[in-house]
């Protein structure tokens, strides 16, 4: 099974709110990781997280802000997100992140639109 | 400067057409490449790995090769449901981290 989930599916908010996006695998996989992918362009890595450690951010805004706390969940806390930040997020997990070819699997998806 | 570039942009085929995506890459070594399928508004869905050139891999109506500059993904005699958006990625040799590379996707529209 090479399923990763992702919750909610969309989500609309305000500027001023707080809201969280959770990503979740059972595939034992020990890399997660945070895309956002705007219309009609790639996937833009955000955050990778190898053993529940931080390893990588793309000199992400601190609007945004990644917390693993287990090996299975993955989640992205948002506050004082602008209109720009809209976009398809997508969580994926690998067996392992570094030197090593590992396939990314991922998620369906969170759509987030900001008011 | 690692790059990838798919070609053509977008791609309209009549139904059993078959043709040719390409995926021509620039990195310092590579480790990996995939293709992925995205359908609107979904996450990418893992097509397959290659690793080295020389490398093919099938499944159904496609087929995967590699190159030491390219990669190319065969649709034999598409259906109306391959229509998507197929992704290319790298992996470059010196990654601690995993990190993808993407192309800019190819767009498949199959038509009856």
């Known amino acids: 099974d090479t399923e990763v989930t992702q919750t909610p599916k969309h989500l609309v908010m305000g500027m001023t709110n707080k809201k969280s996006l959770k990503c979740e695998q059972h595939?034992?996989?020990?890399?997660m990781y945070w895309y956002k992918q705007k219309a009609k362009k790639p996937p833009e890595l955000m955050f990778v997280?190898?053993?529940?450690?931080?390893?990588i951010n793309e000199s992400v805004p601190s609007r945004f802000s990644p917390e693993c706390p287990n090996s299975s969940l993955l989640n992205l806390h948002l506050h004082a997100l602008q209109p720009e930040d809209s976009a398809l997020y997508l969580c994926?997990?690998?067996?392992?992140?570094?030197?090593?070819?590992?396939?990314?699997?991922f998620g369906p998806g969170t759509r987030l639109t900001v008011l | 400067e690692d790059q990838v570039t798919q070609s053509p942009e977008a791609l309209r085929l009549q139904e059993g057409e078959s043709s040719s995506l390409n995926c021509s890459y620039t990195?310092?070594?590579?480790?990996?490449l995939f293709w992925y399928r995205q359908d609107p508004g979904k996450g990418p869905e893992f097509l397959f790995t290659l690793y080295s050139a020389g490398e093919e891999k099938e499944k159904e109506r496609l087929k995967a090769t590699l190159t030491k500059k390219e990669s190319f993904l065969h649709i034999t005699a598409p259906k109306p449901e391959d229509s998507a958006t197929y992704l290319c990625a790298v992996q470059a040799a010196r990654s601690n981290t995993g990190k993808l590379i993407f192309g800019q996707g190819t767009t498949l529209q199959v038509k009856p």
């Open positions: 994926a997990s690998s067996p392992l992140a570094g030197p090593r070819t590992d396939t990314q699997y």
């Open positions: 595939m034992g996989h020990r890399a």
């Open positions: 997280y190898s053993y529940e450690k931080l390893s």
């Open positions: 990195v310092s070594g590579l480790r990996g």
